[in-house]
């Protein structure tokens, strides 16, 4: 069994950056795809990037392209969220979530069993 602890959610100005952190217990991420999904108020919980852990293969939501940054820390077995140039639209409770490389789509919240608790990210105008 997988535990995921997030953190690094706060609030920032447009414009600012932060970056999220997600450490997994009880086993590594080696043939697991990590990913970050976020969730508005009212919203679908929404795609927002993944990386596979074994290739460092990273994907991301077109909205997020050039501005966020996806990457792993093997040592620390933890991934984290680099994101930079926040916008309002931004703002949402960002969830780390991990499944089986081997199994669905990377982009797909139902395909992921495993889940952090969420951290809430708040950008302000």
């Known amino acids: 069994q997988v535990q995921l602890v997030e953190s690094g959610g706060g609030l920032v100005q447009a414009g600012g950056s932060l970056r999220l952190s997600c450490t997994a217990s009880g086993r590594t991420f080696s043939t697991y795809i990590v990913g970050w999904f976020r969730q508005s108020p009212g919203k679908e919980r929404d795609f927002v990037a993944a990386?596979?852990?074994?290739?460092?293969?990273?994907y991301y939501a077109d909205s997020v392209k050039g501005r966020f940054t996806i990457y792993r820390d093997r040592a620390k077995n933890t991934v984290y969220l680099q994101m930079n140039s926040l916008k309002s639209e931004d703002t949402a409770v960002y969830y780390c979530?991990?499944?089986?490389?081997?199994?669905?789509?990377?982009?797909?919240?139902?395909?992921?069993?495993?889940w952090g608790q969420g951290t809430q990210v708040t950008v302000s105008s």
């Open positions: 979530a991990a499944k089986f490389s081997y199994v669905g789509s990377y982009y797909n919240s139902v395909a992921y069993p495993h």
């Open positions: 990386i596979t852990w074994s290739s460092g293969s990273t």
